[in-house]
Nanobody, 124 residues
Framework: EVQLMESGGGSVQAGGSLRLSCEAS????????MVWFRQAPGKEREGIAS????????KYADSVKGRFSISRDNRKKTLYLEMNNLRPDDAGMYFC?????????????????WGQGTQVTVSS
């Protein structure tokens, strides 16, 4: 059974930082393109960062570029998202996801596996 388990969410003030983690099991982690999505209440789920299998390539949504950083440790089967200078509009449920195609990697279509999510709250 494939499991993607997110952790690290919480409540921070605007300008603060959080580091999310996503631990994978039941899947060949090193073969997956990994993606972070987020979803705010009443809004569609949006892809914010993706990373290729060997970390050679990364992609970011404009809304997080320069503030968030995606990374992975294939030996630990863990994906990370470093979030800095958080803003109230960054709040939402954050999900990690696995896919095998790089093209359109920030889109929901093509995702094979989803985690359950971790909540991020940012107060102004």
């Amino acid at each position: 059974e494939v499991q993607l388990m997110e952790s690290g969410g919480g409540s921070v003030q605007a300008g603060g930082s959080l580091r999310l983690s996503c631990e994978a099991s039941g899947v060949v982690f090193a073969a997956q393109i990994m993606v972070w999505f987020r979803q705010a209440p009443g809004k569609e789920r949006e892809g914010i960062a993706s990373i290729s299998q060997a970390s050679a390539s990364t992609k970011y949504a404009d809304s997080v570029k320069g503030r968030f950083s995606i990374s992975r440790d294939n030996r630990k089967k863990t994906l990370y998202l470093e979030m800095n200078n958080l803003r109230p509009d960054d709040a939402g449920m954050y999900f990690c996801a696995a896919r095998t195609t790089w093209e359109r990697s920030l889109e929901v279509s093509g995702v094979k596996y989803w985690g359950q999510g971790t909540q991020v709250t940012v107060s102004s």
